[in-house]
């Protein structure tokens, strides 16, 4: 018998302890939206835990890009430091039928649609992991729905 050591994130950790909570929160309330308004202690102890990581960690991520960075909440790291590790994340706009409505989604894949290109499903609205048609490059592309929104909002649903 052998006892394998390695190193893992704390935060991976943290998060899967957080995960666990959750789990045995569900227990309890179903999370459905009929059960939205519901409060706990226990609710709001998770909430807090979590964002709090998340803070730790972007301002962990703004110090590893640039390790003179002053970055103390998020407005002053949501933009300018944070923005340099998803250079690579891919998220695009599609009007939806001349509807004035767009969706907005994450590229999952290679296969970058260009502007033009008419993409086809059978529920734009349906968020998550999906997968389009390119019509243009006869191509399927999968792609994670983040959300559909007005003209308005599209600039600020692709800065995050």
Not at 47 to 56: I, P, Y
Not at 83 to 90: A, E, G, H
Request: hydrophobic share 45%; glycine share 4%; proline share 1%.
């Amino acid at each position: 018998m052998a006892i394998t050591i390695k190193t893992t994130s704390v935060h991976w950790n943290y998060f899967l302890a957080l995960e666990d909570d959750l789990h045995k929160l569900s227990r309890y309330v179903e999370f459905v939206e009929a059960n939205f308004n519901c409060f706990s202690l226990e609710i709001s102890r998770i909430l807090l835990a979590a964002a709090s990581e998340a803070d730790v960690v972007a301002k962990q991520l703004c110090l590893r890009i640039n390790e003179k960075s002053t970055a103390s909440s998020r407005a002053e790291y949501h933009i300018s430091e944070a923005k340099r590790v998803f250079s690579d994340w891919l998220m695009y706009a599609a009007e939806i039928d001349d509807t004035g409505e767009f969706v907005i989604f994450e590229l999952l894949d290679s296969s970058e649609p260009e502007v033009g290109d008419v993409l086809s499903h059978p529920d734009f609205y349906s968020m998550g992991g999906e997968t389009f048609k390119n019509l243009t490059q006869y191509c399927d592309i999968d792609v994670f729905v983040e959300n559909v929104c007005g003209a308005n909002l599209v600039r600020q649903q692709l800065l995050f």
